[in-house]
C-alpha cells in the first residue's frame, strides 16, 4: 500500500475511531480530535501530508463560516452588539499586539510581521467545546450568545489581520493607514456581498422542494460569498457570515420539511467532519516540524509554547475583568446595568476562550516562500506555537471548564426551556384554534375532528403540566406509557420489512423506503 493510500485509511479511521472515543468519554469531540490528530502524527510509518497553503483556507473556512453564522440570531447579535464588538475588535487586537511582543521578545531573529501573523492566529476563538460544555451546564444563556457572537465576528478581524501580517512578512512592507483603510472597506464590502449572495440564495431556495438541492445550495452559498469577496480584496469571512445570517433567518419559510430535516443532519456530519481533517492533518505535520525544530532544545520551545499560551489565557481574563468596568464606568444607563455579568460569569467567559478550526486553518494556510525566494521565517515555529496554544486552551481549558463552573455555582438558566414551553403551548392553541375553523367544512369528518380534537387538548394538558400552571393528573406518565407502546410497535414493524427483504419478499430499496416513516414516526417520540 503507497503512501497516498496509507494516508487516506489512516485518516478515514482515525475520523471513525476518534468518533466512537468522543461518545463513550462524553467530551467534546474537539478535544478528542486535537489530541487524537497529535497522537497520529507519531505513529511509525505515517506518510507526510501537507495541503497547498492557498488551498486551505478556501476549502475548510466557508463551510465552517456559514453553517456557524446560520445557526445564530440576527436579533441576538444586534442586542448584544457592543459587548461582542469589543470582544471581537478590541480583545483580538490586544491578544494579538501582547503575543506578538512575547514571541519577538522570545524567540531570537523572529521579525515584527511575522510576530504578529503568529498573534493574529491565535487571537480568535471557536466556541464548539466551550458552548457545547455551556449549554449541557445550564450557564445563563446570554453568556453563551456572547461567546457565540465573539467567535462569529472575531474570525473576520483575526483574519484581516492575519492578512496584512502575511502580506508585510511576503513583501518586506507595511503601511498603517493602508492598513487600517484596507480593514474597514474590507469589513463593509465583505458584508454587502454577503448580504447580496444570501438574498440572490434565498430567492433560488423559495420555490425548490428537492432536499438535496436544498443543501447542495447551502453548501455552495458559503463558497459563493467567500470566493468572489476575497478575489476582490475585500472579507470573504464576513461575505460567508452575512450569508450565513440573512440565509438562517429566512430558512425556516424556504424550502421543504424534508429539506430541513436532511439539512441539519448533513451539516452536523459535514462541520465534524471538517474539524476533524483538520486536526488530523496538523497532527500529521507536527512530527516533521519537531524535527525541523531539533537544533533547539525541546525545553526551550516547550517553554516557548508555555508562554505563549500562558499569554494567550491572560489576555483575556483580564480583559473581562478590566474592561466591563470601564464600560459601568461610562456607560451608567439601566438597560447596561441590568446586562452586567457577575465575576463568576466573567471568570468563566474568560476560562472559555478555546482556540480551534480558524487558527490552525490560518496556520496551515501560511504561504511557503516569501516575494525574494526565501523560505517564510519561522514558519514550523508559528504553526508548532499554534498547534500548542490549542492543545492548552481546547484541552487544558476545555477539560476543567465543567469543573469551574460548578465550583463557582452558577445559578442554572431555564430560560430557554421555558421559551420552549411557551412556544409548544402557543403553537398546540393555534392547532387547536385552526381545528375548529376546518369542522365545519365539508370535507372533513366528525370522528377524525374529534380524534385529532383529544390528541392536541393531551398535549395541552401534558404542556400546562410541565410549566406548571395546571396540576399534573398523571397525564405526563400516560404519555410516556403510550410512546414507549408506540416504540415497541415500531420496533416490530422495522424487524418484520428486514425479514421481508432477507427473504426476498421486498426488494432492498422498498425496504429503505418503508424504514424511512418508521424512523420518522420513531424520531418523534420523546423518549
Keep these: ?161 492575519y492578512r496584512l501580517a502575511v502580506a508585510a512578512v511576503v513583501a518586506g512592507s507595511f503601511s498603517l493607514w493602508q492598513a487600517g483603510l484596507q480593514f474597514v472597506t474590507g469589513a463593509v464590502g465583505g458584508v454587502a456581498i454577503g448580504l447580496a449572495v444570501g438574498w440572490l440564495v434565498a430567492e433560488a431556495l423559495r420555490p425548490i422542494q428537492d432536499p438535496v438541492t436544498q443543501i447542495v445550495l447551502s453548501v455552495v452559498t458559503g463558497y459563493a460569498a467567500y470566493l468572489p469577496a476575497d478575489r476582490l480584496g475585500l472579507s470573504g469571512v464576513l461575505a460567508a457570515v452575512a450569508a450565513g445570517l440573512y440565509v438562517g433567518w429566512r430558512a425556516p419559510q424556504l424550502g421543504s420539511p424534508a429539506g430541513r ?14 474539524n476533524a481533517v483538520l486536526f488530523v492533518l496538523v497532527g500529521l505535520q507536527l512530527h516533521p516540524i519537531l524535527n525541523e525544530l531539533l537544533p533547539d532544545p525541546a525545553t526551550v520551545r516547550i517553554g516557548h509554547a508555555a508562554l505563549v499560551s500562558a499569554v494567550v489565557i491572560a489576555v483575556r481574563i483580564g480583559w473581562w475583568f478590566t474592561v466591563p468596568y470601564l464600560i459601568r464606568a461610562l456607560d451608567r444607563r439601566p438597560a447596561q446595568r441590568a446586562r452586567r455579568a457577575s465575576p463568576g460569569e466573567r471568570l468563566v467567559a474568560g476560562w472559555s476562550g478555546m482556540r480551534g478550526a480558524v487558527s490552525l486553518a490560518a496556520a496551515l494556510a501560511l504561504p511557503l516562500t516569501t516575494s525574494t525566494g526565501q523560505p517564510f521565517p519561522h514558519r514550523h515555529l508559528i504553526i508548532f506555537l499554534t498547534f500548542a496554544v490549542i492543545l ?27 421559551e420552549e414551553l411557551r412556544g409548544r403551548l402557543r403553537t398546540t392553541d393555534v392547532a387547536l384554534a385552526r381545528l375548529e375553523e376546518l369542522a365545519a367544512e365539508e370535507w372533513t369528518r366528525d370522528d377524525t375532528v374529534e380524534r385529532m380534537r383529544g390528541l392536541y387538548q393531551l398535549r395541552r394538558r401534558r404542556l400546562e403540566a410541565r410549566d406548571g400552571s395546571l396540576a399534573d393528573d398523571g397525564t405526563e406518565d400516560r404519555s410516556l406509557a403510550y410512546q414507549r407502546l408506540v416504540r415497541e410497535l415500531l420496533e416490530a414493524q422495522h424487524r418484520e420489512i428486514v425479514l421481508l427483504r432477507n427473504q426476498g419478499q421486498i426488494s432492498n430499496e422498498v425496504m429503505h423506503r418503508i424504514e424511512h416513516d418508521l424512523d420518522l414516526e420513531d424520531s418523534r417520540l420523546e423518549i
Excluded: C
Design 392 to 418: 492548552a486552551t481546547l484541552v487544558g481549558q476545555g477539560l476543567t471548564l465543567p469543573w469551574l463552573i460548578r465550583r463557582l455555582g452558577l445559578q442554572r438558566d431555564d430560560s430557554e426551556t421555558q
Design 261 to 274: 430535516l436532511l439539512g441539519v443532519s448533513f451539516w452536523e456530519v459535514l462541520v465534524y467532519l471538517l
Design 1 to 161: 500500500m503507497g503512501g497516498p493510500e496509507l494516508l487516506l485509511l489512516m485518516l478515514m479511521l482515525a475520523v471513525g475511531g476518534l468518533s466512537v472515543l468522543a461518545g463513550a468519554v462524553r467530551v467534546p469531540y474537539p478535544i478528542v480530535l486535537v489530541l487524537g490528530g497529535l497522537s497520529l502524527g507519531f505513529v511509525p510509518g505515517m506518510p507526510p501530508a501537507e495541503l497547498p497553503p492557498d488551498l486551505v483556507l478556501v476549502l475548510f473556512l466557508p463551510p465552517l463560516l456559514f453553517q456557524e453564522a446560520f445557526s445564530f440570531s440576527p436579533r441576538e447579535l444586534r442586542a448584544n452588539a457592543g459587548v461582542i464588538t469589543l470582544l471581537a475588535v478590541g480583545l483580538v487586537l490586544a491578544t494579538m499586539t501582547a503575543v506578538a511582543a512575547v514571541a519577538h521578545a522570545l524567540v531570537s531573529g523572529l521579525p515584527w510581521a511575522a510576530a504578529f501573523t503568529l498573534g493574529a492566529i491565535v487571537s480568535p476563538t471557536d466556541p464548539l467545546a466551550a458552548t457545547a460544555i455551556l449549554r449541557r451546564l445550564g450557564v445563563p444563556r446570554r453568556l453563551v450568545t456572547v461567546l457565540e457572537g465573539e467567535s462569529l465576528v472575531n474570525d473576520a478581524t483575526a483574519l484581516v489581520a
